[in-house]
Structure formats: structure tokens, C-alpha cells
């Protein structure tokens, strides 16, 4: 059973998406919480996650789908944590 460039090309966003969404999670528990081992008990599957994600991104699995613009989505999501808490936390 073979996939379609489109159904691969899911698979990759769908990973993005889970791994932005738990790494999310681990940013506001690291920058706004300021619970640094909270944010790594997180992270140890949003990473697990990006490293299947680069990996098909680099082999070129899953070129052309929403990927990347997930991806933009969470370091804008990074950035904007950490300056809250610099300021704020």
C-alpha cells in the first residue's frame, strides 16, 4: 500500500502540529511559569516529534504542505514567551 504525495505531506503537518502544540505547552511552562524541569518533562516528546518531522523534511517527504508555517508559528510563539518572561516572569 503506497501513500499519496498529499496523504505524506499530511503526515508531516500533522507531526508539526502535535509537536507545536506540546512544545507550546513546554514554552509557557518554561517562560511564563518559569518551570524549567516541567518544560523539559514536555519537551522530551515535542522532540521526539521534530526529529521525525526534520528528518521527512530533510529525505523531502512532506514538501509543499503547512509545515513550515507551523513551524514559523511556534518560534513566534518561543519569541514572545521569552520576552514575557525576561519582563514579566
Known amino acids: 500500500m503506497y501513500l499519496s504525495n498529499e496523504q505524506v505531506r499530511n503526515i508531516g503537518t500533522t507531526i508539526a502540529i502535535t509537536g507545536c502544540i506540546i512544545s507550546g505547552i513546554g514554552v509557557i511552562a518554561n517562560n511564563v511559569l ?22 521527512g523534511n530533510w529525505k523531502r517527504w512532506w514538501e509543499g504542505g503547512l509545515s513550515s508555517g507551523v513551524m514559523c508559528i511556534l518560534y513566534v510563539a518561543f519569541a514572545l514567551t521569552n520576552e514575557w518572561g525576561l519582563n514579566y516572569g
Open 34 to 55: 518559569l518551570d524549567h524541569i516541567l518544560a523539559m518533562q514536555v519537551w522530551r516528546f515535542s522532540n521526539i516529534l521534530f526529529v521525525v518531522y526534520f528528518f
